[in-house]
């Protein structure tokens, strides 16, 4: 199942809508994205400021985890033990900030491996 989500136009995309797949989630925040529109630059950053469509992201997280198919998932958000099925089936309906500090719990809890830094 490919992640591949819509980035609204903004300074990190040169002001142009982009499609893009996360390659790297980071401890300070930001994303690494692989272009998928065939447009320059092939890959760019994201920092936590920048407009990224979490809600997005988070509803094809959750589809391609239900598949247990995990070819497209960033190895940031890969699970290494199963994630409670409860967690999955209420995070749909959790606003987006809440939703964000539940992935950020889970990592807590040893159901994604660390992030690291960039450039690491």
Known sequence: MQLI???P???ATNNESRK???LACYKDGSLLLDARDN???ARFTMHPSDIFPWAEFIEKLLAAWQLCDYSDVPE?????KQ???F???GLPYEPVPQQLKILATLRSQGYFAPLTSPGK
């Open 83 to 85: 994630i409670p099925p």
């Open 9 to 11: 136009a903004q300074k």
């Open 76 to 80: 940031a958000f890969k699970p290494v």
């Open 39 to 41: 447009l320059k630059p």
């Open 20 to 22: 893009a797949a996360v």
């Open 5 to 7: 989500l819509n980035i």
């Open 87 to 89: 967690v999955v089936e």
